[in-house]
């Protein structure tokens, strides 16, 4: 096999419960069959009688499951899906020792899924794992990769699937039209005997591009005709579709802006045309103007999303879900919680995390994720937790064609804590980072030790030697790996820190761009005033001088200077710490691993000096420290 | 056509001398008969008797050519080559109504060639003028077109070009080994024609990428013989081959020093295997760290060339020729000249300028290279001015497929002045571009004022609103368009300027790198000296603080200002001196120029409002003048 099974090569051994020696009932769906096969796999059951497992599939849609002892049985109830993430959960929690089975599970949010930003050629936009498995040469494939792929996903609760990049081009602008309904179908059953839905994205420009209309105006009769006409044929081929995402008006794009409309409007032509097949629209809220002039002062990229979006609360049809991005501004190492999450009152929001690091070092570097999407999920606004506010969650996939699925071994920790905080966001991140580790390198404690304090430490390490006190976007444009401190100064994006010789940042409170009142009073009040906006988000939400002092004395300049010399010294830590695995870990996850440190080395050492040097040129000022700073 | 003929759509008019109704004489050569065919269609003579141009044919391999009058008859007689310049020369003059026709010329060097970047796949590397003509889809083609450039080539007395890039990749490689033997063979004999030679670029480890050898070291017996034979069967197949140009050890090629032995070896290697068949070898100097830390303070790249191929004079082979960039870096906009184009005793050297407009406005802006041509070849170094000891000279080509060949129509005034300092280095730039000027727009006094202003303002306009003071490299990174002034500050080239809130630039006199002591002692001691350095290379040589005064008694950093604002306003002043010439030159070509002038004026403000701001917010020093500038 070509790739590795991850956290599903482990298997229960040792003494099992009595009725694991037998399996019982019946299942008549795909996923309940699915469910019996797994659980024939991994307990190979040897009994025809006594204690047994016994499944009791319920008709529905649901996806919870009970879990109850009748004697010396346990007897595992739900609907087809809902058997298969019992049946994932018995087995974790088998392999891992834990004796205490839930009574009841299901999951918080009806969409949990990963965004694929597969492009028909093979290649993946922002991959860092391989090429993609979903696409070869210009058409999508489906094979024994599909669906281990989605056994992963299904293992830790995950039910959806976009296949393609949100920038649809070339071959597949061609996913909408019929071209490959035959793949599609094939992909969409193998996922879908998983639970796994089906989601494509589409371009909004689809009617002029693919229909030969001459506009894709969402008022126009012709093109509500046309999406209509192409979601019946489409949704009639290719039974497991879900439904589509869209990127519209955003970085280039076309979309209901081009034609003088809202988003709203936009998302509900396309939200009307899946309907009646129970379809659903994803409608990303990236919206933002992409080409900026550095010169002008005045607009601030923070601010775009709430206020396209936010004026729209209320008339997003039913089947909408506005897709918003964790962060205001692009998955940086460190952002507040964008205000969209928190403010919507009568919208549908479905929160988008980033696994795949294109700020976050590219699965070169270690960065468990895990504390980004709890610190989201559990952020409260006005009106309560995002958590208890959101309807969906989904984040880019970190997956490709590579052995190990993730480019870096430790980044798999990553996919599988999302699912798991997908399905449970009241889980602790410490507890998902636990399990994956027990699950993938077994139970020595010196092992799931050390891997768990890299993982846990590795996001605020990573955040130290790069930009910290969410500065954000110094790394090399386009590419976004290492550093570049004024790469995206003048360039259009909107990115700027326009940091001079005395003082460094935006000020985004009441007296700078206004971006706080997006928070409402009391959380805007929070980081629009200095002394209580939280130290590690400062320099997102102030322009302070270099001599500014911390709470605990230190100066701006050389708080910064010393998270860059202690994120690289950890750094090189985690490294060493790694290296005390060998022997302990199978050797060639060991070796890969201990490469990618030897690149995360280097790569930080490279961060800590081009930063402080920056600044050193800026300033002049040395380090209090007399460490080596270069010229 | 789909291209045009530039200066050669221009024929001589009005009242021609008598000798010009009737043509005698025999011609025996290619070039003869081109000679020929040249003066009937350009002259359409009509008596069979009366005073005549009499071509006279003599032997040999000389380019020069007498012209004498003999009654009313002139005669012009030369080798076939001779009488093709002389050719082209008469017509020139007969076209500009140049009544003095010289007595004798020949060409100041015996190789004035066009090196061309051009890819196999029919890109063209730095290529700003659209897609290679020598190269489609993989092969080289020949066709009229090909015909045609030899034609404009020969007509300014050019003889010589290289196919294809130094960075041999891909199919280009084959080029070597006999699979395009039947297409070169082509290119040569319609080049030839015009007495074009042609040159191939080859890779110096063509012995394991193609000969299948486990080595490409200069001392092993097999890597000789391989070029020996492979030579052998290439020069007889393609006869018009003159020799190879060769990128070693440079940006990451192989070389010698993969071997460890020295540049004169490989390049010797390669003399030999090509002297039998009376080739030659361009051996490149670009030799130099290319992946230097930016935090080694002590390496100097402007020293690598220098420090490589000066020990070595007196070791290279008679027929190879060093191939030295006019500068010691990269055809900047300003740089010194460089050191081993003056200090070299014994060692052939061909100056290689750069036409492909690469840091000086990729042909989207007007800048004029004949001033800089000029500058380097009357340079004067320690043992005598570089024109007088330099044996060819070459430079990278700014041709390509576009309509107009350089992608700017006014960018054809390099090609053109390029071949007629090869030819002449003692002709003055503004003659060139006179010539040029008046052979592409005609006699207008409008036309020509306005055009030949534009082209001789124009390189010290683009110097002053991009990189003034010789400090170069504010580009951005791989593209080399537009500002991106820490853009290679912390990169592996080797190009920093280290600018401070204090100071900026490298010493490079003898407190600092000791580079100035490369030219000798006296123009060691010139550069060296802040006091005699010229101003305009004054941060190439020196590290000085913001308010250092210039002669003028302005600071440093108010001149720099000053030179962005004014150089800005200068070219906004030729963008509207441009438009005063609709109607007065063709439309089409008015149109094209006048599109090209409003990107320059863009990216001209873009230039001065980066780098200024980028200084204001390094210094804080305000413009004394008050101008707006950015935070």
């Given at each position: 096999?070509?790739?590795?099974?991850?956290?599903?090569?482990?298997?229960?051994?040792?003494?099992?419960p009595?009725?694991?020696?037998?399996?019982?009932?019946?299942?008549?769906?795909?996923?309940?069959?699915?469910?019996?096969?797994?659980?024939?796999?991994?307990?190979?059951?040897?009994?025809?009688?006594?204690?047994?497992?016994?499944?009791?599939?319920?008709?529905?849609?649901?996806?919870?499951?009970?879990?109850?002892?009748?004697?010396?049985?346990?007897?595992?109830?739900?609907?087809?899906?809902?058997?298969?993430?019992?049946?994932?959960?018995?087995?974790?929690?088998?392999?891992?020792?834990?004796?205490?089975?839930?009574?009841?599970?299901r999951?918080?949010y009806?969409?949990?899924?990963?965004?694929?930003?597969?492009?028909?050629?093979?290649?993946?936009?922002?991959?860092?794992?391989?090429?993609?498995?979903?696409?070869?040469e210009?058409?999508p494939?489906?094979?024994?990769?599909?669906?281990?792929?989605?056994?992963l996903?299904?293992?830790?609760?995950?039910?959806?699937?976009?296949?393609?990049?949100?920038?649809?081009?070339?071959?597949?602008?061609?996913?909408?039209?019929?071209?490959?309904?035959?793949?599609?179908?094939?992909?969409?059953?193998?996922?879908?005997?998983?639970?796994?839905?089906?989601?494509?994205?589409?371009?909004?420009?689809?009617?002029?591009?693919?229909?030969?209309?001459?506009?894709?105006?969402?008022?126009?009769?012709?093109?509500?005709?046309?999406?209509?006409?192409?979601?019946?044929?489409?949704?009639?081929?290719?039974?497991?579709?879900?439904?589509?995402?869209?990127?519209?008006?955003?970085?280039?794009?076309?979309?209901?802006?081009?034609?003088?409309?809202?988003?709203?409007?936009?998302?509900?032509?396309?939200?009307?045309?899946v309907?009646?097949?129970?379809?659903?629209?994803?409608?990303?809220?990236?919206?933002?103007?992409?080409?900026?002039?550095?010169?002008?002062?005045?607009?601030?990229?923070?601010?775009?999303?709430?206020?396209?979006?936010?004026?729209?609360?209320?008339?997003?049809?039913?089947?909408?879900?506005?897709?918003?991005?964790?962060?205001?501004?692009?998955?940086?190492?460190?952002?507040?919680?964008?205000?969209?999450?928190?403010?919507?009152?009568?919208?549908?929001?479905?929160?988008?995390?980033?696994?795949?690091?294109?700020?976050?070092?590219?699965?070169?570097?270690v960065?468990?994720?895990?504390?980004?999407?709890?610190?989201?999920?559990?952020?409260?606004?006005?009106?309560?937790?995002?958590?208890?506010?959101?309807?969906?969650?989904?984040?880019?996939?970190?997956?490709?064609?590579?052995?190990?699925?993730?480019?870096?071994?430790?980044?798999?920790?990553?996919?599988?804590?999302?699912?798991?905080?997908?399905?449970?966001?009241?889980?602790?991140?410490?507890?998902?980072?636990?399990?994956?580790?027990?699950?993938?390198f077994?139970?020595?404690?010196?092992?799931?030790?050390?891997?768990?304090?890299?993982?846990?430490?590795?996001?605020?390490?990573?955040?130290?030697?790069?930009?910290?006190?969410?500065?954000?976007?110094?790394?090399?444009?386009?590419?976004?790996y290492?550093?570049?401190p004024?790469?995206?100064?003048?360039?259009?994006?909107?990115?700027?820190?326009?940091?001079?010789?005395?003082?460094?940042?935006?000020?985004?409170g009441?007296?700078?761009?206004?971006?706080?009142?997006?928070?409402?009073?009391?959380?805007?009040?929070?980081?629009?005033?200095?002394?209580?906006?939280?130290?590690?988000?400062?320099?997102?939400?102030?322009?302070?001088?270099?001599?500014?002092?911390?709470?605990?004395?230190?100066?701006?300049?050389?708080?910064?200077?010393?998270?860059?010399?202690?994120?690289?010294?950890?750094?090189?830590?985690?490294a060493?710490?790694?290296?005390?695995?060998?022997?302990?870990?199978?050797?060639?996850?060991?070796?890969?691993?201990?490469?990618?440190?030897?690149?995360?080395?280097?790569?930080?050492?490279?961060?800590?000096?081009?930063?402080?040097?920056?600044?050193?040129?800026?300033?002049?000022?040395?380090?209090?420290?007399?460490r080596?700073?270069?010229?």
């Amino acid at each position: 096999m070509d790739y590795s099974l991850l956290w599903l090569n482990r298997k229960p051994a040792g003494t099992l419960p009595p009725w694991a020696g037998r399996l019982a009932g019946e299942v008549r769906t795909p996923q309940g069959r699915a469910a019996l096969r797994e659980l024939e796999q991994a307990l190979a059951p040897h009994r025809d009688t006594g204690p047994a497992l016994r499944l009791r599939e319920e008709a529905g849609e649901g996806e919870g499951y009970r879990c109850v002892r009748e004697g010396e049985n346990l007897i595992l109830t739900g609907t087809g899906r809902g058997l298969l993430y019992g049946t994932f959960s018995l087995l974790r929690r088998l392999t891992l020792g834990d004796e205490a089975f839930p009574d009841a599970e299901r999951p918080a949010y009806p969409i949990r899924m990963l965004d694929h930003w597969d492009n028909a050629d093979g290649s993946i936009e922002r991959g860092y794992a391989g090429n993609s498995f979903f696409f070869r040469e210009g058409k999508p494939v489906c094979g024994p990769r599909t669906r281990d792929y989605a056994r992963l996903l299904a293992s830790v609760g995950l039910n959806g699937c976009c296949l393609n990049n949100v920038n649809v081009r070339g071959e597949s602008l061609h996913l909408l039209t019929g071209k490959y309904n035959r793949e599609l179908r094939e992909i969409g059953e193998t996922l879908g005997e998983y639970g796994v839905s089906l989601w494509l994205s589409v371009s909004f420009a689809a009617p002029l591009e693919q229909g030969g209309l001459p506009t894709a105006d969402p008022r126009d009769p012709a093109v509500r005709r046309w999406w209509q006409e192409t979601c019946g044929r489409l949704f009639a081929a290719v039974p497991d579709l879900a439904g589509f995402l869209v990127k519209a008006d955003s970085e280039g794009r076309a979309g209901p802006h081009t034609y003088g409309r809202s988003q709203a409007e936009g998302a509900n032509l396309l939200a009307d045309a899946v309907k009646p097949h129970g379809g659903s629209i994803l409608w990303r809220c990236f919206v933002y103007n992409c080409t900026q002039d550095w010169r002008d002062g005045k607009t601030d990229r923070a601010r775009a999303q709430y206020d396209t979006f936010a004026p729209l609360d209320g008339q997003f049809a039913e089947n909408v879900y506005l897709q918003v991005k964790n962060g205001p501004v692009d998955f940086q190492i460190r952002e507040p919680v964008s205000p969209l999450l928190v403010r919507l009152e009568k919208t549908k929001c479905m929160a988008e995390f980033q696994l795949a690091q294109e700020y976050t070092g590219q699965q070169r570097h270690v960065c468990c994720l895990a504390p980004v999407l709890k610190e989201v999920l559990d952020f409260r606004g006005p009106a309560g937790k995002v958590k208890d506010r959101i309807s969906a969650v989904c984040a880019v996939s970190n997956t490709g064609g590579d052995f190990n699925w993730t480019g870096h071994d430790l980044a798999a920790a990553n996919l599988y804590a999302f699912g798991r905080l997908a399905w449970d966001p009241d889980l602790r991140a410490e507890e998902a980072v636990r399990e994956w580790t027990r699950l993938t390198f077994g139970d020595d404690p010196r092992v799931t030790g050390t891997v768990t304090d890299i993982l846990l430490r590795s996001r605020e390490v990573y955040e130290r030697y790069t930009v910290p006190l969410g500065i954000g976007w110094m790394c090399v444009p386009g590419t976004h790996y290492g550093p570049s401190p004024e790469g995206y100064e003048y360039d259009r994006w909107g990115t700027y820190h326009k940091a001079t010789c005395r003082e460094i940042g935006v000020e985004r409170g009441p007296a700078g761009t206004g971006y706080t009142a997006q928070y409402g009073p009391e959380l805007g009040r929070m980081y629009g005033e200095i002394g209580t906006c939280p130290e590690e988000l400062l320099l997102f939400f102030h322009r302070l001088p270099y001599a500014y002092r911390m709470k605990d004395g230190r100066t701006l300049l050389q708080r910064i200077y010393d998270d860059h010399f202690s994120g690289c010294a950890d750094a090189e830590a985690m490294a060493e710490a790694w290296n005390t695995l060998e022997g302990l870990v199978p050797e060639d996850a060991f070796l890969r691993v201990r490469e990618r440190f030897a690149e995360q080395v280097r790569s930080a050492r490279e961060w800590r000096d081009v930063i402080n040097s920056w600044l050193y040129r800026l300033t002049l000022i040395p380090d209090e420290r007399g460490r080596t700073i270069y010229l």
